[in-house]
């Protein structure tokens, strides 16, 4: 990898290892796309990001559209992070768009622009110091209209960039297809990163793969990770490379046997 510029502000992603993948971090004002199949850990990746700020004196504003309020707290907790403390420091607001509670950080509907409005006001309450927003996921706003995922994820970083936050969204990719509900942020975002999934001799096994990232000489490798109780992701080893890395499709290779007159092996 080329050096990494030096006049680029960059925010710690909270997960060992992963800095050190992205040249030191996140660009600062970065919308990120964190996206694969449920049970890939991009929730567990969105609360360290989180943490990371917390951790280092800043506020944060959460919006949790497929958990409750209460759920994202317990499990930050798992892995040893104050989420429930923060809180009532008034130091992390966690937008609630799943219970549509009678308060002033729930979403009454899941609309893209109520979740707009709402994460001003938060912004607005915990002022200079809330550097870091998580969207988690944006899949949620457009589930009956799919075609609105670009102009929705367009509208999302137009009007929050003029507040002085990076931001993470996830993007949940369908197990039947391994394909998003929607293409839009993928497009939009400043950085990709995919989460993945495979058994592997009979063992769950869970992957990232930094794909994007603007203004940074990232790492081209996927690497497997692992969620532990206690201190939640971790980057475990690079992928080693394989033949089938680098062959051609199988439908492509029939072709070419075909016309150059070799049989099958």
Do not use: N
């Amino acid at each position: 990898m080329s050096e990494p510029r030096s006049d680029v502000v960059r925010l710690s992603t909270g997960i060992r290892g992963l800095d050190g993948l992205l040249a030191g971090g996140i660009p600062e004002g970065f919308m990120v796309a964190l996206v694969g199949m449920p049970g890939t850990g991009k929730t567990v990746a969105c609360i360290h990001f989180a943490w990371a700020g917390l951790s280092a004196g800043e506020s944060a504003i959460y919006v949790t559209t497929e958990e409750s309020r209460e759920s994202v707290i317990r499990q930050a907790a798992q892995f040893g992070m104050g989420f429930d403390r923060a809180s009532r420091e008034g130091r992390l607001i966690i937008l609630d768009a799943l219970m549509r509670k009678d308060d002033e950080w729930s979403l009454k509907e899941v609309s893209v622009e109520e979740m707009l409005d709402r994460v001003i006001a938060a912004k607005r309450s915990l002022g200079r110091g809330a550097r870091r927003l998580v969207i988690d996921s944006m899949s949620a706003f457009w589930l009956s209209a799919p075609v609105k995922a670009r102009e929705d994820s367009y509208s999302v970083k137009r009007v929050l960039s003029k507040w002085g936050l990076t931001i993470y969204v996830t993007s949940q990719y369908a197990i039947t297809t391994g394909s998003a509900f929607g293409w839009g942020v993928e497009h939009v975002a400043d950085g990709i990163i995919h989460f993945r999934r495979a058994i592997s001799g009979g063992v769950l096994r869970r992957y990232l793969l930094v794909e994007k990232m603007r203004q940074t000489p990232h790492d081209l490798r996927a690497w497997e990770i692992e969620i532990r109780d206690g201190s939640g992701m971790e980057l475990v080893r690079p992928l080693a490379r394989r033949a089938e890395d680098d062959a051609l499709p199988g439908g492509v290779m029939r072709r070419i046997r075909e016309h150059s007159g070799d049989e099958e092996p």
